[in-house]
């Protein structure tokens, strides 16, 4: 299965664009539709495309939200931040012309925090730009770890976590409301992603090449820059990573950025209605509890404490170190 639960091998297959009589297509300004290029509708809601809907989502985010983006940004129950991110991946507002209008929300800004919030966005889009002049400068990092390591690092294999990763179905509320998101709109918060890229690439122990893959796939702002950087960031081989020993926590992430799972309920219909406190407390419940409370919602497939201290071990193996020349291998969050 595929996007928004799509088999690719049930879809038409698409025409060549050559072959399109455009003078024949119906739609906006005689753009041929979908349907004229030969594919369904995607299942997947999507934000309005094109100029017009990038400028006011812009306009929109630089009268208001901006000035809560610092504070907020990470709440993902609360969609404070841009939601620019495919505008800029096919161009359809460019990245000057959101510079310039944080700018100006700098100018209106009331007060030091609301300018400091402006300064943590335009931040981020320094980020877009920094991860572009990595790819252009290390176009191997598409395939390869851009940080080396003495040896190997031994990524597991095992399809059906792979498997359960890609459906939703881990057993940890946080990460399977984020790869839900992805299913449903083709896009995933940024919190979420890093949270499901540790997931993958610490608690499973699968290589981060497999999750950017599925990504590529199914991101409507696939942008390879900043995918790649996102995805080696969070497995601990890339320019600026997460520190190998510096493991996400899924329970903690989930009840310090969803603390009353008003976004896992969104997307994990199994725990809708369901008190938060046995949402973030699912991994430690009985079968009988978690039987009780929502029979259809599967338990943990891994043990997140017994998982960290491995993948932990085998970073140290990479690294041809012994447990005691190690990082201080006690932090997580
Ligand atoms: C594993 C992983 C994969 C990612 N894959 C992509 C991807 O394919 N395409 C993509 O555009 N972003 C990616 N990101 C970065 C980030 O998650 C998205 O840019 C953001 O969620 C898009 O939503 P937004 O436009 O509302 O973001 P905002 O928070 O409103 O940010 C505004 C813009 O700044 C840029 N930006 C924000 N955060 C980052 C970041 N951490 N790194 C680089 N640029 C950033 C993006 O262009 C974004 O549209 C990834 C992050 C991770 C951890």
């Given at each position: ?9 049930q ?9 399109v009589?455009?003078d024949e ?7 041929p ?9 995607p299942?997947?809601?999507l ?13 929109a ?6 000035y809560r983006?610092?504070?907020r ?13 495919q ?6 507002i460019?990245i ?13 800004a ?12 335009q931040?981020?889009?320094?980020w877009?730009?920094f991860y572009?002049q ?17 040896n190997?690092?031994?990524w597991r ?7 359960a ?13 984020g ?17 499901v890229?540790s997931?993958?690439?610490?608690d ?7 999750g ?9 702002d696939h942008?390879t820059?900043?995918d790649n950087?996102?995805?080696q ?14 493991v ?8 310090r950025?969803?603390p ?12 809708e ?6 949402i973030?407390?699912?991994h ?5 509890e978690r039987?009780?409370?929502a ?5 943990p ?6 998982r960290r201290?491995?993948?932990?071990s085998?970073?140290?193996?990479a690294?041809?170190?012994?447990e005691d ?5 006690d932090d997580e969050n």
């Open positions: 299965m595929s996007r928004a639960g799509i088999d690719h091998d879809r038409r297959r698409p025409v060549s664009l050559a072959d009589d455009t297509a119906e739609g906006t300004d005689d753009l539709t979908l349907d004229d290029l030969g594919f369904d509708d299942e997947s809601d934000p309005d495309a094109g100029t017009e809907a990038a400028r006011e989502r812009l306009e985010f630089c009268s208001e939200d901006i983006y610092d504070d940004r990470d709440y993902p129950a609360e969609g404070t931040t841009s939601r620019l991110s505008d800029l991946k096919y161009g359809t460019g000057r012309e959101v510079y310039e209008r944080t700018v100006e929300a700098a100018d209106d009331e007060s030091d925090a609301e300018r400091e919030s402006v300064e943590a966005y931040e981020e889009l320094a877009r730009e572009t990595v790819l252009y400068y290390n176009p191997n990092v598409v395939s390869r770890n851009y940080k080396e390591y003495e190997e690092i031994e294999e095992n399809d059906d976590h792979l498997d990763w890609k459906a939703g179905e881990t057993g940890y509320p946080i990460v399977d409301a790869m839900r998101q992805l299913r449903r709109e083709s896009y995933m918060h940024n919190r979420l992603r890093m949270i890229a997931f993958l690439t610490k499973l122990m699968l290589d981060w090449r497999a950017y893959e599925h990504f590529c796939q199914h991101l409507v942008n820059g900043n950087g996102g995805w960031w969070a497995a601990s081989t890339g320019t600026d990573a997460q520190p190998y020993f510096r996400f926590n899924p329970m903690t992430q989930g009840e950025y969803d009353d799972g008003e976004y896992i309920a969104e997307y994990v219909p199994e725990l209605g369901i008190d938060p406190d046995v973030h407390s699912w430690e419940l009985s079968d009988d039987d009780e409370h029979p259809d919602y599967p338990a497939i891994v043990d997140h404490s017994e201290e491995e993948a932990i085998m970073f140290e193996r690294r041809g170190e012994d020349e190690a990082g201080d291998g």
